[in-house]
């Protein structure tokens, strides 16, 4: 195996809202789109980031096995845009699952391509991968560009790769006031949730400000200035529609 290396912004130990069980979390450097909601907008710029190989990430990764294998956990790579790092999660992955270690990517499939090379190394990947964790921002493809500034038709494109595959996914939602709240968009993701018969699980996900201030920090305006966190009577709305509770 070839020590290939990639471009890492942070590690979480024991992570419990990114797939299933306690996990160990690699953020990835990178990304494509740039959502106004972003809580992670120091993850955009691509190049950056601590160098790593996975060889080295593993090895951090392991010391916490006694926790995955308690609580059904595992190791998920998010971002930033982790497919953008394929050969890096091919190496990762392959070593997780030589250790029987449950593995989950975290995108939204925004650098989804159909080009032969990138589905050559994605079919790898999959067959390395127990769990996607999927991110469908917008439905209506106009109000998806001006909230992320990218199109939403890859997204929907790797939702029908994955689909193909019978790859398990868990669909999520941010659910955003007067953004991503309107009962026609979310009827319209319900809509596309039912084409997918590898959906194990819905989720919605109330828009928190939790990651302002590294905006701030960044110098960057925040576009979403002030927005408040749904009330509850939305986000029930929200689950109701999407009939999350069916993937409980």
């Not at 921002?137 to 929907?156: G, R, V, Y």
């Not at 408040?228 to 993937?247: F, Q, R, S």
Request: aromatic share 8%; charged share 25%.
């Amino acid at each position: 195996m070839s020590d290939v290396m990639g471009r890492v912004h942070s590690v979480e130990s024991m992570g419990t809202v990114d797939g299933p069980g306690i996990r160990f979390i690699v953020f990835m450097q990178g990304c494509l789109l740039r959502c106004q909601f972003c809580h992670n907008p120091d993850t955009w710029k691509i190049g950056t980031g601590t160098e790593r190989s996975a060889q080295d990430v593993f090895d951090e990764a392991i010391k916490y096995r006694e926790f995955f294998e308690a609580s059904n956990g595992g190791v998920t790579v998010s971002g930033g845009e982790p497919l953008l790092q394929i050969d890096f999660l091919i190496e990762f992955f392959t070593l997780c699952k030589k250790a029987g270690i449950h593995t989950t990517i975290d995108s939204c499939g925004g650098c989804f391509t159909r080009e032969p090379e990138f589905i050559e190394k994605l079919d790898r990947l999959m067959d390395l991968t127990d769990l996607i964790l999927l991110d469908i921002k917008q439905m209506n493809p106009e109000k998806h560009l001006k909230l992320t500034t990218k199109s939403n038709a890859p997204i929907l494109d790797f939702a029908h790769y994955l689909r193909d595959k019978n790859q398990p996914i868990w669909i999520r939602h941010v659910l955003i006031p007067t953004k991503t709240d309107d009962p026609a968009d979310l009827t319209s993701l319900r809509d596309f949730i039912d084409t997918l018969p590898n959906v194990k699980r819905v989720e919605v996900l109330p828009y928190h400000t939790m990651g302002v201030y590294k905006w701030k920090e960044m110098g960057i305006r925040y576009p979403l200035e002030g927005i408040e966190p749904p009330d509850d009577e939305t986000v029930k709305m929200a689950n109701d529609i999407l009939k999350t509770a069916t993937y409980a």
